[in-house]
């Protein structure tokens, strides 16, 4: 492994090794704690650091929190377990949160250190190992606070630094090679059958795309640099200009080109989820009216709108990604517009899944309001015909007939004769059997083949 290879597989662990320990204190609440981050302590060994330290807790001990989510140099591993058992030995607590599938990756010595440690400190050193819901969680979590960390770093670096340092910033981005790192981990992680979670490729996909943005920025201020050190006349700069702009262009296609396949790799992901959910909230619907029931309204609604939104955004993305691709090409609107028609094509059988849910939703909510004017108008004429009931019965009574006077009283809520109630639903069965069938074909012809596009 080459130099720049093995300096791109360093960046993309380090970033999932950040995002899991800014995860960690999100989660935890580390920081409403009192917690600070990657605090020097040092030890016989040295210094090590860790991760989290609360300064003072329980009985004015400090508390560290080291976190490990995979591979990590064992030499490092080992130092930091002995100098956190100084730490304990001081009467000092540490947690060592851990991914449990990792723990394989913790070096022999350091692994019967820590089980020592465990035997002769217990209560004050405490390992939780987290299982792989528990460790996506967490990622995800620290996935979206390292994104906003690094957006905030990047408007601070172009508002603060200086040109040549921006340059360098830029070199030290290289979101070329990890993205191609990224994509080699992607790829891998395919072939064990063990996909990355798709919050962390749509984390990286969006992180790749704030790098490759800046970076195409600053090729452009360099451009207008070298413009100006020209010092021609405005005719030969804007020929330069539109040379320059091409070639800049050119190097940010080739140097997006693994974040675009990550990109590419993120939105079928998003579509597979998609036609899952949507598939579970159609079978649910037919569930509920084999059995007779009526779909849970809200629900329904809701679910309707968020695989809606969700497919929305898909697309969108899909086309601001494609709309950067084909930066600089001849006829890009007309290309953009075919794309489109593509795209819609591709999502079809998906929408129209989509929109079976709304349709049933939609019934429901017009047969509640149709269950709500019936009872409405059965309530208006069944005291109509309790108050002619009443005045017959006081007439009979009058005239001294008590008799029938009686007999009215045993007429008491029932409707008039030749008087029929609304809200009778003769085809009841018929109706619902028919419309579960329906939704049962339009699920087999659609969204099934809408997995094969």
Known sequence: MGWSAANAAFRAQWL????????????????????????????????????????????????????????????????????????????????????????????????????????????????????????????????????KNLAQQVQQSLGKVAEKEARAADRSLAVDSLGREYLRQVQDARTRGQDVPVQELRTVVELLAIMGKVQLENDRKNNQRNITELGQGFHHNKAVEKTLEHQTQERHAERMDPAHQLAHELYDRERALLVTQTNAAIEEINRAYERGQHIDLAKTQEQHLALGNALGAIQASEMALLKDISQGIGEQKGWLQGMAIIQSEKDFALAKGIEAIGAEAAAEEQRRAKEKADLEKTREIMDQAEAQRKAQQRAYEARGMPEMAQHLELMKGVAPPGVELPGAEEAHEVTREGRAAARERERNRGLDKGRER
């Open 16 to 147: 999932t090794g950040k995002a899991f320990q800014l995860g960690v204190g999100k989660v935890f609440g580390l920081e409403q704690r009192g917690a600070q981050q990657e605090v020097v302590v040092p030890t016989s060994q040295g210094r090590i650091v860790a991760d989290w330290r609360i300064p003072e807790i329980d009985m004015h001990r400090a508390m560290n929190i080291e976190t490990k989510s995979g591979r990590s140099d064992h030499e490092r591993d080992l130092i930091q377990m002995r100098g956190y058992g100084e730490r304990l030995e001081a009467g000092e607590k540490v947690v060592l949160i851990t991914r449990a599938a990792a723990d394989k990756d913790l070096s022999k010595e350091a692994r019967e250190l820590r089980d020592r440690l465990l035997k002769m400190y217990p209560g004050r050193f405490i390992v939780k190992a987290a299982n792989e819901r528990v460790y996506k969680r967490i990622l995800e979590a620290g996935m979206r606070e390292l994104k």
